[in-house]
């Protein structure tokens, strides 16, 4: 049993901060599931119903869930049909042939490209200190719903934590920038 699928069986239990940490496990991998979708459906609706119906599903059927990390697969199922019914119901459905339909991932690891990790782990190296602990903890710890443990953790006021966070942010996006990188894609 690995530790989603613990998780998830503390959410059909009722536990809601499990539920939370469930949520944040997911969440990339759910939109990352969404990225043929992206231009014709708004994505953080339909990760957001994605995961409204997990929630939903978990109270009245979860324990019916089997095999190695089935919460995350069957939310990558469903966010993948609310996206295509979106598309559907708002005209913008394409039609790929079977064998150009991307398979659908559950791992954790972003696609590898080479040049925007490259760049990524440059851009990384030139942050100033603080913001860099703050944006590293906040990585680390990401399915941690509270800023505030992590912000104890670094000896930082929640507010300070917050600020170096959006500090790092911008640094990150000015230094991804000068490498021709553009954001703005990316954030839509």
Known sequence: MTELDALWL???????????DWMGRVERPIRRCLHPFARAVDAESVVQETLLRMWVYAREHGRQLTGEDASLRFAIGMARNLARNMARKYGRELHLPPEEMPEPSVSAE??????????????????????????????????????????????????????NIVRARQQLAKCLGARGIDLTEVTR
Do not use: I, Y
């Not at 503390?10 to 939370?20: H, L, M, Y």
């Not at 490209?113 to 602990?133: I, M, Q, V």
């Open 10 to 20: 503390r959410v059909c239990g009722g536990d809601r901060e499990a539920f939370g």
């Open 110 to 163: 972003p696609p590898p490209d080479p040049f925007l990790r490259r760049a990524l782990r440059e851009c990384f190296g030139k942050l100033a200190k603080k913001p860099l602990l703050a944006m590293r903890a906040r990585l680390a710890g990401s399915h941690l719903h509270d800023d505030g443990t992590l912000a104890n953790q670094l000896g930082m006021s929640v507010n300070t934590f917050l600020q």
